[in-house]
């Protein structure tokens, strides 16, 4: 896979957290907690992806209280995300929707605490391991004096629209449809979950982007460019292992299929199209520091955060084992406890 492709980042220095030791030890001890992983084969899969070591180096400049937390925020997005993905439930349309429910009404609970009540009355110790995690995820990362009303609807937002992506997909599996292109890449930055990631950079910074610099469109370009390198850089590493169990929501899968390329071909193309979306990136942060000189602070912070989300994404990508399981034992990583149907 390194044909070349170190070039693309070469413009992106790489930085690691010094709480990286901490982070593994914190995310192992929480994981086992909440029971999050219970399987052996679950549990081997789990440590070889090193969610903790990806943290450090995403979000190089947070604290030691913010690497723990993201560190646990990307072991229970990825876990939640095989289970759609690679398992039955990425394939049952109505148990997405019920999953879908149960997050965002935890979410929402905080902001109107009548919100649990529409549970039907569940109580916590019935609650599947993903709900009661993100209970607690919610809680630490909403803490006094970190998170805005304004950044808690938008956070909320962009989960809801990365399920109702999830939602697509799974439409796509039942009805054997394939998308283009073009579709495919306006879903999968949502599909990816990376604008609920990049929120989260505000989160561990101890920050917050004005209404008037998130919603301008030079800062959307810039947004939406990072994005895009992110969640292509991943297609690349991901695509073995999705073509291994069927999976065709790849966008190198999807230029090999519409253009009748074969795959070394296909994979080519990505990088050329990921290295014009770093170029892309760089001019529209450019333009976003001349459009808002009097958030320069901010904007440095944040910007600081996109860059090290490209650069260390592509660096744990190249290193994971976690897309190296292309034939990982009919999915025995699976656990399926983690989205119970009954309890929800």
């Known amino acids: 896979m390194d044909d070349g492709s170190d070039r693309v980042f070469e413009t992106i220095l790489p930085k690691t957290s010094p709480y990286i030791e901490s982070a593994r030890a914190h995310l192992d001890a929480w994981v086992s907690d909440l029971r999050l992983v219970r399987k052996k084969a679950s549990e081997q899969r789990f440590v070889r992806a090193d969610f903790a070591g990806f943290a450090s180096i995403t979000y190089p400049d947070a604290g030691e209280a913010g690497v723990h937390l993201i560190a646990d925020w990307f072991a229970w997005l990825f876990l939640v995300d095989d289970e759609l993905d690679d398992g039955i439930f990425g394939r049952d349309l109505d148990h997405v929707k019920r999953v879908m429910g149960a997050i965002l009404t935890t979410l929402q609970a905080t902001d109107d605490p009548r919100a649990r009540a529409t549970r039907g009355g569940t109580s916590a110790d019935a609650e599947p391991a993903a709900i009661t995690a993100l209970s607690d995820l919610w809680r630490r990362t909403i803490a006094p004096s970190s998170a805005s009303a304004a950044w808690r609807r938008r956070f909320i937002r962009h989960v ?114 990921i290295e014009a979306e770093v170029q892309s990136y760089f001019a529209g942060e450019g333009a976003l520091f001349s459009a808002f000189p009097q958030h320069a602070a901010v904007l440095s912070r944040y910007a600081a955060g996109m860059r090290s989300w490209m650069r260390g994404n592509y660096d744990w990508s190249k290193r994971t084992y976690r897309y190296r399981d292309a034939n990982d034992a009919k999915v025995a990583y699976l656990e399926p406890a983690l989205t119970g149907r009954q309890a929800l």
């Open 160 to 273: 809801t629209e990365c399920f109702a992506a999830a939602s697509w997909e799974a439409e796509n599996r039942v009805r054997k449809t394939i998308p283009t292109e073009q579709e495919y890449i306006d879903k999968r930055r949502h599909t990816g979950a990376i604008y609920v990631c990049m929120d989260l950079i505000e989160i561990v910074e101890n920050v917050e982007l004005p209404g008037e610099v998130f919603d301008s469109t030079v800062f959307q370009k810039a947004l939406d460019a990072a994005c895009n390198v992110v969640c292509w850089t991943n297609d690349v590493y991901s695509l073995e292992k999705e073509r291994g169990l069927g999976e065709y929501h790849n966008l190198a899968y999807l230029v090999e299929h519409a253009r009748g390329l074969g795959t070394r071909r296909a994979v080519a193309e990505v990088w050329k199209l």
